[in-house]
Antibody
Framework: EVQLVESGGGLVQPGGSLRLSCVAS????????MTWVRQAPGKGLEWVAN????????QYVDSVKGRFTISRDNAESSLYLQMSSLRAEDTAVYYC????????WGQGTLVTVSS | QSVLTQPPSASGTPGQRVTISCSGS????????VYWYQQLPGTAPKLLIY???QRPSGVPDRFSGSKSDTSASLAFSGLRPEDEADYYC???????????FGGGTKLTVL
């Protein structure tokens, strides 16, 4: 059974930092593109970043470039998202997604940016 | 404003055929594959259609996808109450080097 379990969400003040983690199992993590997708409360889906299988290629949506960093540890089947200079508009549920077709989704972790 | 355009809502009665459209441009749908995701209330999205018209294992064949030029459609043949959910289209966009999603369509089964 495929599982993606996110952690690290919570309440943070504007300008603060947070690191999200995702542990994967049940599929070949090291052979898969991995992605973070977010969903603001009551809104649609937004692609945030993705990372190639060996971590050599990383891509970001313009609104997070220079503030967020995606990384992975294939030995631990783990995906990370380091978020800094957080803004109110970053408030969302962040989903860890696996596969080139976004085949597998975690349950999400809520990040709230508020003073 | 989403890069891909979907109607905000759609509806139908059980057994009816319903389609949801997704309109894009040459840099996304016009040159790349389209994907569809289903999000049931209070749950994470789930892959429904990949590579324009392919169904993952376990997805019923009453769901089908198609693509023509810069538009795509998701069709339901024989709507069921459990199909009530939000549906999103997505595609890679070469002009922004990133994935773009539609704004989502809320499907109501009357």
């Amino acid at each position: 059974e495929v599982q993606l379990v996110e952690s690290g969400g919570g309440l943070v003040q504007p300008g603060g930092s947070l690191r999200l983690s995702c542990v994967a199992s049940g599929f070949s993590f090291s052979s898969s593109w991995m992605t973070w997708v977010r969903q603001a409360p009551g809104k649609g889906l937004e692609w945030v970043a993705n990372i190639q299988q060996d971590g050599s290629l990383k891509q970001y949506v313009d609104s997070v470039k220079g503030r967020f960093t995606i990384s992975r540890d294939n030995a631990e089947s783990s995906l990370y998202l380091q978020m800094s200079s957080l803004r109110a508009e970053d408030t969302a549920v962040y989903y860890c997604v696996g596969g080139s077709s976004h085949d597998y989704w975690g349950q999400g972790t809520l990040v709230t940016v508020s003073s | 404003q989403s890069v891909l355009t979907q109607p905000p809502s759609a509806s139908g009665t059980p057994g009816q055929r319903v389609t949801i459209s997704c309109s894009g441009s040459s840099s996304n749908i016009g040159s790349n594959s389209v994907y569809w995701y289903q999000q049931l209330p209070g749950t994470a999205p789930k892959l429904l259609i990949y590579l324009n018209n392919q169904r993952p294992s376990g997805v019923p064949d009453r769901f089908s996808g198609s693509k023509s030029d810069t538009s795509a459609s998701l069709a339901f043949s024989g709507l069921r109450p459990e199909d009530e959910a939000d549906y999103y289209c997505a595609a890679w966009d070469g002009s922004v080097s990133g994935w773009v999603f539609g704004g989502g369509t809320k499907l109501t089964v009357l």
